[in-house]
Antibody
Framework: QVQLQQSGPGLLKPSQTLSLTCAIS??????????WNWIRQSPTRGLEWLGR?????????DYAISVKSRITINPDTSRNQFSLQLTSVTPEDTAVYYC??????????WGQGTLVTVSS | DIQMTQSPSSLSASVGDRVTITCRAS??????LNWYQQRPGKAPKLLIY???TLQSGVPSRFSGSGSGTDFTLSISSLQPEDFATYYC?????????FGPGTKVDIK
């Protein structure tokens, strides 16, 4: 059974960088059959996919256009985890952030969620 | 991006009722449609994938149908643990987008 455990701060000031980590158990971040995603949820934007990283002979990343200039998702094979960095946050980035394992075209396993609040 | 809509946005029902939720895509997505259930304070949980295939461990009272642009999620006999918000999600093309959700609460 795959489990995803999120960690990272929940309170940021505008212009700071959001950094979250998702530790994986029961699968490998280097799996050829999974992609590792970050998704956020807010009352105004609903469930919004932010990006993913996956390994298929080499590492790939896909990012949502809305955050493409500010986002980085990195795998960490030594710790079997992946991370999200979102720079220059504003109050509009306030949301619950989830990591999720994608298998084929479904988000099968999710982290517990992290409420990130951006406020001065 | 493919836009997903759901109706109704909320509904009230009683235990034992049959409930149907509709999801519509802005273009054809063949059968690349998934359904999730989200209880308050929890992450979404995959219920149905490929429009009609039940995820392992999901009770058989849940069913899905549809293809192209129109899809439905049905719950044959609502149970207390089914009061939650339900989301559809298309996986036809990236970015995979979600519907706005349908909240099912107790009448």
């Amino acid at each position: 059974q795959v489990q995803l455990q999120q960690s990272g701060p929940g309170l940021l000031k505008p212009s700071q960088t959001l950094s979250l980590t998702c530790a994986i158990s029961g699968d490998s971040v280097s799996s050829n059959s999974a992609a590792w995603n970050w998704i956020r949820q807010s009352p105004t934007r609903g469930l919004e996919w932010l990006g993913r990283t996956y390994y298929m002979s080499k590492w790939y990343n896909d990012y949502a256009i809305s955050v493409k200039s500010r986002i980085t998702i990195n795998p960490d094979t030594s710790r079997n985890q992946f991370s999200l960095q979102l720079t220059s946050v504003t109050p509009e980035d306030t949301a619950v952030y989830y990591c999720a394992r994608q298998h084929t075209s479904c988000y099968i396993d999710w982290g517990q969620g992290t409420l990130v609040t951006v406020s001065s | 991006d493919i836009q997903m809509t759901q109706s109704p946005s909320s509904l009230s029902a009683s235990v034992g009722d049959r409930v149907t939720i509709t999801c519509r895509a802005s273009q054809s997505i063949t059968n690349y449609l998934n359904w999730y259930q989200q209880r308050p304070g929890k992450a979404p949980k995959l219920l149905i994938y490929a429009a009609s295939t039940l995820q392992s461990g999901v009770p058989s009272r849940f069913s899905g149908s549809g293809s192209g642009t129109d899809f439905t999620l049905s719950i044959s006999s609502l149970q207390p643990e089914d009061f939650a918000t339900y989301y559809c999600q298309q996986s036809y093309s990236t970015p995979f987008t979600f519907g706005p959700g349908t909240k099912v609460d107790i009448k």
